[in-house]
């Protein structure tokens, strides 16, 4: 019988061919009908048969539906007596492997798509198209690809770092920028491991990098003719971290802006609302403001955000003036658990503070606190009472460990049946926003954050003075005039200046940075390549060790 090539691959010389319909696809049964195999050790051709065997063989499927090939091979006879090889299974020239259990044009199709998808998508992806396999049959089938790393570049390359685990363990991807393929992984990002591979590539003469110290000390240890260009994305986030470090030394007119910003939201009331506020506000007195900021800094404990305070220290006198844990959390926008723990704490403690229960001795003095803390005494008093008495914690863990032993906030509503002032919503900014709606370009914000950034510039000379220095830093970028850096760099360092730790770090780097200046070479390639090679190594389940991972990589840069 006669197989169609789509069904079995041409070129073989099969006979007594049977077609046998079977769940769950297609079963076909073949023998061989080569005419005098040759040896594979001495090449002799032979007729003289030994015996038979089956091969059991998978291939591609056919309108949806699972192919299974038995075919039935030939043992032989070597007829050269200096042969090594007696007896020798025939070969096929094309499309069997010896020892394959599938076709080489399944092979091919496993090869494709566990490159593009991986291990575990792409066995599921041939189970759908009925050829079903593991992932490790996908792996296995990956491992065996062989891939060529290319020995020159186009001279310019970019150089980045990426995770195998994040805060942990890191390897390094060189890109070629001007060919926009990556040329090379590397596994850890150690100078010396770069000053290697630039050893095999003299033909560099242009690296744009990250500002890493290491990359930095391996390029000029191997190439120390090299340009070397900072990546302007790095430096952009070094700028908006240090602008961020630089707002927390005024909390105090932040939270005073959160305030202003409120109240000028209480103007845009309807006159019927605005009636009935005056009259609550005639009888019970106006709505609860800020404490003065003695009083509220003296409740924070570690380093913590302004709009983080002013939640706090806003959620406790709206409590105290009789509103519910409902109203508050819609006005500050935050959740009803939130507001619960605020109530509940006295101190509003750091985040980074540890938790750890077992890194104090709090709990031998925990009934003594409770009967002192019923006499109003500060969190302060009984902190100094424990510390002479043996307490070997610090403030931050007294106070949340002082948070833990009082009430839920679950407090009695103390309004009764007295109609409280309506609250109106409080927008508040995180630092990292701030920093962010600051550096912003003009004309790109929200109306409401415009106008927020508006009265934080016009309440803060200082914040407005490191805003523009920001902005003339970003400026460069765009300007790409040479010698601009050094002018920015002296603004930026002089006396007073919000930003001079950043304006130190940049003239330790100043030729680098200076390239990033005046040059148009970027690191935008890598940071895509590095973006793809996160999607890769996530397919891959945390199977893909570092020699796979690299061959894929390459494999589809290639």
């Not at 091919?108 to 798509?113: C, M, N, W």
């Given at each position: 019988m006669a197989i169609p090539s789509f069904i079995i691959p041409s070129g073989l010389r099969l006979s007594k061919a049977v077609i046998i319909n079977q769940h769950p696809g297609l079963l076909i049964a073949a023998m061989s009908a080569?005419?005098?195999?040759?040896?594979?050790?001495?090449?002799?051709?032979?007729?003289?048969?030994?015996?038979?065997?089956?091969?059991s063989l998978a291939d591609?499927?056919?309108?949806?539906?699972?192919?299974?090939?038995?075919?039935?091979?030939?043992?032989?006879?070597?007829?050269?007596?200096?042969?090594?090889?007696?007896?020798?299974?025939?070969?096929?020239?094309?499309?069997?492997?010896?020892?394959?259990?599938?076709?080489?044009r399944s092979a091919?199709?496993?090869?494709?798509?566990g490159t593009e998808l991986g291990g575990n998508k792409g066995a599921a992806l041939c189970k759908v198209i009925e050829y079903p396999i593991s992932s490790s049959t996908v792996l296995r089938t990956l491992k065996g690809i062989s891939v060529s790393v290319t020995t020159l570049t186009s001279g310019i390359i970019g150089v980045d770092d990426w995770a195998y685990k994040k805060g942990r363990n890191y390897g390094t991807i060189i890109v070629d920028l001007i060919n926009k393929e990556v040329i090379d992984l590397l596994p850890d990002k150690e100078a010396d491991t770069l000053a290697d591979w630039l050893k095999g590539h003299p033909e560099v003469h242009t690296v744009s990098r990250d500002r890493a110290s290491a990359y930095s000390l391996g390029i000029r240890?191997?190439?120390p003719d090299a340009i070397q260009v900072a990546d302007r994305f790095h430096l952009l986030?070094?700028?908006?971290?240090?602008?961020?470090?630089?707002?927390?030394?005024?909390?105090?007119?932040?939270?005073?802006?959160?305030?202003?910003?409120?109240?000028?939201?209480?103007?845009?009331?309807?006159?019927?609302?605005?009636?009935?506020?005056?009259?609550?506000?005639?009888?019970?007195?106006?709505?609860?403001?800020?404490?003065?900021?003695t009083e509220g800094e003296a409740r924070m404990v570690g380093n913590v955000s302004p709009h983080r305070q002013f939640k706090f220290q806003k959620a406790r006198e709206l409590h105290k003036a009789g509103y519910g844990i409902k109203a508050i959390a819609k006005q500050l926008g935050a959740g009803r658990g939130t507001i619960r723990k605020y109530l509940a704490s006295e101190?509003?403690?750091?985040?980074e503070v540890n938790r750890s229960r077992t890194l104090t001795n709090f709990c031998d003095f925990e009934s003594e606190l409770i009967r002192f803390s019923q006499t109003n005494s500060t969190y302060l008093n009984l902190f100094n009472h424990i510390i002479e008495k043996g307490f070997n914690g610090k403030y931050g863990q007294f106070c949340e460990r002082m948070n833990k032993l009082g009430n839920d906030g679950k407090t009695p509503k103390t309004r009764g049946n007295k109609v409280l002032p309506l609250l109106r919503p409080v927008k508040t900014w995180s630092l990292s926003k701030l920093a962010f709606i600051?550096?912003?370009?003009?004309?790109?914000?929200?109306?409401?954050?415009?106008?927020?950034?508006?009265?934080?510039l016009q309440r803060s000379p200082e914040i407005k003075h490191s805003t523009d220095l920001a902005h003339s830093f970003r400026q460069l970028f765009?300007?790409?005039?040479?010698?601009?850096?050094?002018?920015?760099?002296?603004?930026?360092?002089?006396?007073?200046?919000?930003?001079?730790?950043?304006?130190?770090?940049?003239?330790?780097?100043?030729?680098?940075?200076?390239?990033?200046?005046?040059?148009?070479?970027?690191?935008?390639?890598?940071?895509?390549?590095?973006?793809?090679?996160?999607?890769?190594?996530?397919?891959?389940?945390?199977?893909?060790?570092?020699?796979?991972?690299?061959?894929?990589?390459?494999?589809?840069?290639?």
């Open positions: 080569q005419k005098r195999p040759a040896c594979p050790c001495c090449g002799k051709r032979s007729k003289s048969i030994h015996g038979f065997y089956d091969r591609l499927p056919v309108s949806g539906r699972e192919i299974k090939v038995i075919l039935r091979v030939r043992k032989f006879f070597c007829k050269n007596r200096k042969c090594s090889r007696k007896v020798f299974t025939e070969r096929f020239v094309d499309q069997i492997k010896p020892y394959k259990r599938c076709f080489s091919d199709l496993v090869r494709l798509v240890n191997w190439a986030v070094n700028l908006t971290d240090a602008f961020q470090r630089s707002l927390r030394r005024h909390s105090p007119v932040i939270k005073k802006c959160f305030e202003e910003m409120g109240s000028g939201q209480t103007g845009l009331q309807k006159p019927e609302e605005e009636k009935v506020i005056k009259e609550t506000e005639q009888e019970f007195g106006d709505t609860p403001s800020l404490s003065s900021p101190c509003l403690v750091s985040r600051t550096l912003a370009r003009s004309g790109t914000l929200k109306e409401e954050d415009q106008k927020y950034l508006d009265i934080l765009v300007a790409k005039e040479e010698g601009s850096l050094t002018e920015c760099i002296k603004n930026a360092s002089a006396q007073g200046s919000a930003l001079k730790g950043f304006a130190k770090g940049i003239n330790q780097d100043y030729g680098t940075v200076n390239q990033a200046v005046i040059s148009t070479i970027s690191n935008r390639q890598v940071e895509g390549q590095v973006n793809r090679l996160k999607t890769i190594k996530r397919n891959m389940y945390g199977r893909a060790g570092f020699e796979l991972l690299r061959k894929i990589v390459l494999a589809n840069s290639s």
